[in-house]
C-alpha cells in the first residue's frame, strides 16, 4: 500500500509519517530530505519537481518488493497528487491520501517560526514562505487529521484503521 501523507510546512506531516511507518513497518520516503540531499551534489540545480521525481521512483521501487510505503510530502497541487496515485496504479496496489493540517493558525505558525532543521543544511521555510506557498484545494475525497485537535499517536490510529479498510 502506498500511503501520501500531505500538508503545508509545519503541519506536523513527519511526526505522523514517521509515526505511522513505525507502527506498520513501512518504507518512509521524505520528500524534504531528497531535495536536500539533491542540493548537496549540485548546489546549482533548481530542484522544480527533482524531489518528487526521485521520490515516486523509490516509492514505485519498493512498492514493487511488497513493501508499504509512507510518502511524506506537501504535495501542493493536483499534478503531484494524480502523480502520487499513478504509481500506485503502476505498481497493482492501494493507496490512501492522508492531509495533515492546523487549524489553528496561531499554532501553525508558532510551529513554523519555533522549528529547527532535522536535516543537515536545510533551510527552513520561513511563515512568510508558508502562507505564499501554492497549495490547492483538493477535489477528491481523502483523509484529513488536524494536529490543533488530533495528537501524532492519535492520527497514527486514525490512518492506521482507514488502512485496516483499505487492506480488505
Known amino acids: 500500500m ?8 509545519g503541519v506536523g506531516k513527519t511526526a505522523v509519517a514517521r509515526g505511522l511507518a513505525r507502527a506498520i513497518g513501512a518504507l518512509h520516503i521524505r520528500i524534504d530530505s ?4 539533491c542540493r548537496a551534489g549540485a ?7 527533482l524531489g ?6 523509490v516509492a514505485e521501487d519498493n512498492l514493487g518488493l511488497g ?28 493507496s490512501i491520501e492522508v492531509e495533515i493540517t492546523c487549524s489553528v493558525v496561531e499554532e501553525h505558525r508558532r510551529r ?23 497549495y490547492d484545494a483538493w477535489e477528491r475525497e481523502h483523509l484529513v487529521m488536524d494536529s490543533a485537535t488530533s495528537s501524532v499517536d492519535e492520527s497514527v490510529r486514525v490512518i492506521c484503521a482507514a488502512i485496516s479498510g483499505c487492506e480488505s
Open 112 to 134: 513554523v517560526e519555533g522549528r529547527t532543521s532535522d536535516i543537515p543544511g536545510f533551510t527552513m521555510p520561513t511563515w512568510g514562505d508558508v502562507m505564499a506557498r501554492e
Open 52 to 57: 518528487y521525481r526521485v521520490g515516486y521512483a
Open 2 to 9: 502506498l500511503v501520501i501523507l500531505s500538508g503545508l510546512p
Open 43 to 49: 548546489p546549482s540545480l533548481p530542484m522544480n519537481d
Open 67 to 94: 513493501l508499504t510505503v509512507t510518502a511524506d510530502c506537501v504535495n501542493p497541487i493536483r499534478l503531484t497528487r494524480d502523480a502520487w496515485l499513478s504509481v500506485a496504479k503502476r505498481a497493482g496496489v492501494k
Open 34 to 37: 531528497i531535495e536536500q540531499a
